[in-house]
């Protein structure tokens, strides 16, 4: 709906949790898809998931961390590298990929990693060129946050740019501020 009835937003799917998907092309797929639906306003956030999620999809949370990040190697791999071609890793093993569509934005659409403060996603974020997205975090932590990205952003030989720490924060909208605190 969003890509039909605007034409200049950007668009931002935050909170894509590659983690719990069997088939991260099928992401990459449904991703490019939406890419190419909005003529190349995509903006795709990967997210481990919390806690509840790895209950309820009965997955294991020690394998969070390289489960994440294989499915995140496979979603690129997917949208910038012809295929078909196979990938065998430790936790996706397949013989033939070749997806369809390709994403318009080129070599893929922006990524940006939202998180709630792991010390290994904000340094991975940083290293990558990503933006990074604190997520339901009171102000101090975000803060932290940002001065640990742009640390991190110094030690790969470049400094963070504004546009490259986000915050995901809570809005609610009634017909007055008194109505809104106390809805």
Known sequence: ILARQTTKAKIAIIGTPIVH????????????????????????????????????YAANPSYSQERFWEAHDLIIKAWTEPGPFEWEGKHFHLPYV?????????????????????????????KLRYPFMMVFAPQWFTKMNYDMYRKAAEEN????SPKQLAAAIPTYVAETEEQAHRE
């Open 157 to 160: 030989g470049y400094e963070a």
């Open 98 to 126: 070749n997806p369809w569509p390709l994403p318009l934005q080129k070599p893929h659409p922006p990524v940006w990693l939202p998180g709630s403060g792991s010390r290994e996603t904000v340094q991975k974020a940083a």
């Open 21 to 56: 998907r069997d088939n991260p092309v099928r992401v990459a797929e449904e991703i490019a898809m939406l890419d190419c639906v909005s003529g190349g306003r995509i903006i795709s956030g990967f997210v481990r998931g919390t806690g509840m999620e790895y209950h309820s």
